[in-house]
């Protein structure tokens, strides 16, 4: 399976935008980049998921590199209930539903 | 909808203990599977099914067991409980069986196991 890196820990202020950025630079070209966030003490969330092009939807904007070797989750505007995990997923169109989950990057929203 | 529920919150076992950890969804999804969360790890396959009366092996399938005798419910079973088996356990399900890799998983609260 295709490997992701993300950095462990990020810090934001609230109501300021959050970039969490993701390394995928052995992506193949069957591999959706998928997006989730698991809240202290909750089962993780889907957040977003993109193949090439940007995504928006009302949680958060995904901006996928053109050669796909990285993408960026956007949190336009932080609130304290942003703060998470975030787990940056590749899945292979033809391996079908199981998620594969690394480290992700802890999120720390401050007031 | 409840989504996806499961039971209990809580539980601690002795070593050798057996114990089923119970999942269910009301959204008449065909894929369900569980995995387990170790501390300050991200999660891990244990089981999966893409249907009623089919199941499958993850990534650390042993010292569980699973059945789907129905599309709403997907238990957990320990067969002998284990400490290395000390672990948040996670359900989740989503709508298709088929493979398809767009599908959005929902996931249950957990199960917080102890075994001593």
């Known amino acids: 399976d295709a490997k992701t890196t993300q950095p462990n820990s990020m810090e934001s202020n609230e109501e300021e935008p959050v970039h969490l950025p993701c390394n995928h630079s052995t992506i193949s070209g069957t591999d959706y980049i998928h997006w989730y966030r698991q809240l202290p003490s909750q089962g993780p969330e889907y957040v977003i998921h993109g193949l090439t092009s940007n995504v928006n939807n009302r949680m958060a904007s995904l901006a996928i590199a053109e050669d796909r070797k990285s993408s960026t989750l956007i949190l336009h505007r932080a609130t304290l209930r942003d703060a998470a995990v975030y787990y940056c997923?590749?899945?292979?169109?033809?391996?079908?539903?199981?998620?594969?989950f690394g480290g992700g990057t802890r999120l720390m929203v401050k007031p | 909808n409840a989504g996806v529920t499961q039971t209990p919150k809580f539980q601690v076992l002795k070593t050798g203990q057996s114990m089923t950890l119970q999942c269910a969804q009301d959204m008449n999804h065909e894929y369900m599977s569980w995995y387990r969360q170790d501390p300050g790890m991200g999660l891990r396959l244990i089981h999966y099914?893409?249907?009623?009366?089919?199941?499958d092996q993850g990534e650390v399938p042993n010292g569980y067991n699973v059945s789907r005798s129905t599309t709403e419910d997907f238990p957990l079973r320990l067969l002998s409980a284990a400490p290395s088996q000390t672990s948040v356990y996670f359900c989740?399900?989503?709508?298709?069986?088929?493979?398809?890799?767009?599908?959005?998983?929902?996931f249950g609260p957990g199960t917080r196991l102890t075994v001593l």
């Open positions: 997923i590749l899945r292979d169109v033809n391996a079908g539903n199981m998620l594969t």
């Open positions: 099914s893409v249907g009623a009366g089919i199941t």
């Open positions: 989740a399900s989503s709508y298709s069986g088929n493979r398809l890799a767009t599908d959005t998983q929902y």
